[in-house]
């Protein structure tokens, strides 16, 4: 089986939460640095006589790399979480799929998971345990046939 993804968002509503969420942490972090740098640049300084607005202009002028490079750092931010969480996201993916099959009455097939994927063993123990009702249900289908063979025979 191929290790690559065909489609990065398997379960849109998860991984769009966890994307929403890496946002929203990186824009606070974006918005508290933004202000507590000046602030910080005043308390070094100690110079509380000048307008808050010169500091901040002054202090923004001096890390407009660093801010430049915390805006080219969200689409990496934003990439490596859908990455991370279609880890979780496929696995669970793929065992809804072969829940819904399996209750259409369609022939089982194991789930197979990526190397990196989380949830293996999961999806081992689900394979484990469609396998024993597979043979269970063989075993008692086989023994119906068999009574019901021994039942045709004892009326003739």
Not at 34 to 63: C, G, V, Y
Not at 67 to 85: G, H, V
Request: no cysteine; hydrophobic share 50%; proline share 4%.
């Amino acid at each position: 089986m191929s290790n690559r993804r065909k489609k990065q968002f398997v379960e849109s509503a998860v991984q769009g939460a966890l994307l929403r969420r890496i946002v929203l942490h990186w824009l606070l972090f974006f918005t508290i640095a933004f202000f507590a740098l000046p602030l910080w640049s005043m308390i070094q300084t100690a110079d509380f006589s000048r307008p808050f607005a010169s500091l901040m202009w002054q202090s923004w002028f001096e890390t407009a790399p660093v801010f430049l490079l915390l805006i080219a750092l969200l689409p990496l931010f934003a990439w490596d979480t859908i990455t991370l969480s279609n880890r979780f996201a496929g696995p669970i993916y793929r065992l809804h799929k072969t829940i819904r099959s399996l209750g259409a009455g369609e022939g089982f097939r194991p789930i197979k998971l990526r190397k990196g994927d989380f949830w293996t063993d999961l999806a081992d123990d689900f394979n484990d345990m469609v396998e024993r009702w597979n043979a269970e249900n063989e075993t008692d289908e086989s023994d119906a046939e068999t009574d019901a063979e021994s039942d045709a025979v004892s009326v003739a």
